[in-house]
């Protein structure tokens, strides 16, 4: 065949895959804006849009997966039951007999409607609950910690400090000094006879299974690779479902979670500077459900259902922090951290402060900041100057820029990569985590988030996001990225792929 043939051949080749994948991904797309994305790569770029869109495009976790998910979140729900409130306001967990006769300890129901919540807060308490099953609990002591050395530091020496077990997941755990230093905790305490077990993610962490790994796994650290992405499941799950989630809970008595991962702070895009991450370290009744969740994620990894008593000992009120365990991902009914991220903002009076490394929202979420901003809320948003995805960047402009331009105070982060992902409203209601504000998170990512209740907290939470903004300049409307015109192009162009990023 000569070079005309191949030629008329690969032009077929590509109307037919422009042809097949239309309502391939118009009947499987429901929202508009990721099917006409979708639509303009295939159009383009036919066969690198195939490819790219059998490996990303489809969201599958694996029937196998969804099933179990499904069925231990009806299991969770059923077992549920409503139980009276301590005098202090204390959830608890109380003990349950299991269905194969055993005693285990069950996260126990009870009625959000308490003093503690304002009543404006009352319809989100609720929504979150029928949707993840997790209510409201109180008597919490939460403590933020923003420096990176000092969070391994405390968080090795809880491991040190740890009796029965350790229970760790997190989306990148990376074999630096700083793991190192996770890592000879794990080794000291399985050498004692504690049982650890470590959870990360398989693509964010899978430069650590050899080195650091294997000696972890070789000193009795039950080390699991969460979602292996491998070629071979590709017909049937997605390779870039990833679990996003930073969880790490000792003895069933005290957690930590929040935005930073078990590496050092300069990991990363250089050009990007040093990361600046936030965790809380939680002591109080959240504990169990947070040790709940990790059970959930190593079942649907291994089968091993974490359900004795040794993992939720008998909680104390230590505190005076009312919060909610908000988790989700792919498998979670709706778009529930969307939706309550929405709700939480509409809610504001007076002040909305978020911080966030990737800002790309959708529809929904900027109209609720610019009608914040219409009605006289004072809206900052606190991003990187810089990230490590340029693409990313580039698609979070187009997005800023109209914001600017409605009213909202957008702010470059100065010293390095502000990873801290946070969000508070009027100083009442704040939203902490490992989501970032874009929708991979929304939409794709398991995610673990709080929210947090209690003023005390809320304000803690505030002074660190005052002093984010201290440390960072204003954007000027008169000095919008894409007022420059190649600038301008290129912001539009990766607007095009923002449903995609």
């Known amino acids: 065949m000569d070079w005309g043939g191949w030629t008329i051949l690969w032009l077929a080749s590509e109307w037919l895959i422009r042809l097949v994948m239309l309502p391939v991904i118009v009947l499987r797309k429901a929202r508009p804006t990721t099917c006409l994305a979708w639509l303009a790569v ?41 139980v009276p409130v301590p005098a202090g306001g204390s959830a608890g967990v ?47 002591q939460v403590a933020f910690l923003c420096d990176a050395e000092l969070m391994v530091d405390r968080l090795a020496a809880e491991i040190d400090a740890a009796k029965d077990h350790v229970h760790l997941l997190f989306f ?32 964010g962490s899978r430069r650590m299974f050899r080195g650091l790994g294997a000696e972890l796994r070789g000193h009795g ?44 702070p300069s990991y990363g895009h250089r050009k990007a500077g040093r990361w600046h991450d936030i965790t809380a370290r939680i002591v109080g009744p959240a504990v169990h459900h947070l040790q709940l969740l990790f059970s959930e994620d190593w079942f649907h990894e291994t089968g091993e259902w974490l359900d004795l008593p040794r993992y939720f000992p008998p909680p104390a009120a230590c505190g005076d922090s009312v919060l909610q365990v908000l988790p989700s991902g792919p498998d979670m009914p709706g778009e529930l951290f969307q ?20 800002f790309i929202p959708d529809e929904p979420l900027m109209m609720a900041l610019r009608l914040a901003a219409y009605r006289g809320v004072r809206v900052d ?60 998170s929304f939409l794709l990512n ?29 954007l000027r409307e008169d000095a919008l990225p894409d007022r420059v015109w190649p600038r301008r192009l290129w912001i539009n162009l990766a607007k095009l792929l923002s449903p995609l990023l």
Request: positive net charge; contains cysteine.
């Open 339 to 358: 939706d309550i991220f929405v709700k939480a903002v509409f809610l504001a009076r007076e002040r909305i402060i978020l911080t966030t490394p990737y």
């Open 446 to 474: 398991f995610e673990l988030n709080l929210l947090l209740y209690s003023p005390p907290a809320v304000e803690e939470l505030v002074r660190l996001q005052e002093r984010y903004l201290s440390l960072s300049q204003r």
């Open 94 to 140: 109380t003990l349950a007999e299991d269905d194969d006769g055993t005693d285990g300890y069950r996260p126990r129901d009870f009625s959000p409607e308490t003093p503690l919540i304002p009543d404006d807060f009352q319809p989100m308490v609720s929504l979150v609950e029928k949707f993840t099953g997790w209510p409201v609990s109180s008597g919490n």
């Open 172 to 203: 990148i755990f990376r074999d630096d000094y700083l793991g190192r230093r996770v890592g000879d905790a794990l080794i000291r305490a399985a050498e004692r006879g504690v049982v650890c077990r470590v959870l990360v993610d398989a693509v």
């Open 221 to 264: 650290v039950q080390l699991v690779p969460a979602l292996p992405a491998r070629l071979y499941r590709l017909p049937f799950a997605r390779l870039d479902l990833r679990n996003h989630r930073k969880l790490a809970v000792i003895d069933g008595r005290v957690a930590y979670t929040g935005s930073q991962n078990i590496v050092e």
């Open 381 to 440: 948003l606190v991003i990187p100057k810089r990230s490590d995805h340029p693409a990313v960047d580039a698609a979070g402009a187009f997005y800023y820029s109209r914001l600017v331009r409605d009213g909202v105070n957008v702010h470059y982060f100065l010293p390095g990569l502000l990873h801290a992902k946070t969000t508070t409203i009027d100083g009442r209601l704040a939203i902490f985590g490992s989501a970032n504000y874009d929708i991979r």
């Open 42 to 82: 295939i159009f383009f770029l036919p066969w690198p849009g195939l490819v790219v869109y059998l490996l990303i495009g489809e969201n599958r976790l694996g029937r196998k997966r969804l099933e179990q998910r499904r069925s231990r979140f009806a299991d969770l729900r059923i077992q549920q039951r409503a």
